[in-house]
């Protein structure tokens, strides 16, 4: 299943994107901003801290910024829709990042956030390629005992993930990941004001992926069955309009823009 488009497709359900201003926060090559410029969106931005962020799409409505989510150098109230999937849990501050978002999001506009795997998740370490035989590795082996793990049992490293040094290393660092509990997640997104909330929740994996051994091992380290199992964060909510007058009156504005684009 391509969770990428999956998830792009559903955020255009809940606010259309014909002609509006679309912001992709953790937008990596550029694959998501395609979805959002074919079905009509007039300004795609996509923003990363890659090096190779655009690299995989261009488009004369797509432009792209380097930038981090916890400071996006752009104007406030602007984007329609801000979209982001699958990054916020590699941002070290959510705080700061759902602010932005926030902050950047048109009064009237929609803020479509999923964060998965969540770190404290089974896979939270991104290689369940690697260790479906030992579920959450991150949590109960060291750098070390995971190397060994690779090693003993010959699992085969793509290359483009380099060697089982670069998968290790890659897994433990706390640059690459924000190691944050999902209550986190809850927590920084109630902090939001002016929107309303449409999610702000958790999706757990059934209790059966926990076995009795591991769940065993996992409490003694203070970890519960419910965050063990919160594998994704929804965040989806849109913002309160101005007032009445002035929302409309944005409405009518952009229905005459749209309009003089559609027929040029």
């Avoid at 979805?35 to 923003?47: L, M, P, Q, R, T």
């Avoid at 104007?75 to 979209?83: A, I, N, Q, S």
Wanted: with cysteine; glycine share 6%.
């Amino acid at each position: 299943m391509d969770y990428n488009k999956f998830h792009a497709e559903r955020a255009m359900k809940y606010h259309d994107v014909r002609c509006q201003h679309v912001l992709v926060i953790g937008c990596n090559t550029g694959s998501d901003c395609k979805y959002f410029v074919s079905s009509g969106a007039k300004e795609v931005i996509g923003i990363d801290v890659i090096p190779e962020i655009g690299r995989g799409f261009t488009h004369p409505n797509v432009r792209y910024i380097r930038s981090s989510a916890e400071a996006i150098p752009l104007e406030p109230g602007r984007y329609d829709l801000v979209y982001c999937f699958a990054t916020m849990e590699h941002i070290y501050d959510i705080e700061a990042a759902f602010y932005e978002m926030a902050r950047v999001t048109k009064p009237g506009g929609l803020i479509y956030c999923v964060s998965s795997p969540l770190w404290n998740s089974r896979n939270g370490h991104h290689y369940p390629q690697y260790f479906s035989g030992y579920p959450w590795a991150h949590l109960r082996l060291s750098p070390e005992q995971a190397l060994w793990w690779l090693r003993e049992h010959n699992v085969v490293i793509d290359p483009k993930n380099g060697t089982a040094e670069n998968v290790v290393v890659y897994m433990f660092d706390n640059k690459n990941f924000n190691m944050k509990a999902s209550a986190a997640y809850i927590s920084a997104c109630n902090k939001i004001k002016g929107f309303k909330v449409l999610r702000n929740d958790l999706v757990l994996e059934p209790e059966e992926v926990l076995d009795q051994e591991v769940r065993r091992e996992l409490e003694s380290r203070g970890f519960s069955s419910q965050e063990l199992r919160a594998v994704t964060h929804h965040y989806i909510a849109r913002k309160h309009r101005a007032s009445w007058f002035s929302g409309m009156l944005q409405i009518f504005r952009e229905d005459l823009s749209c309009s003089a684009r559609l027929n040029s």
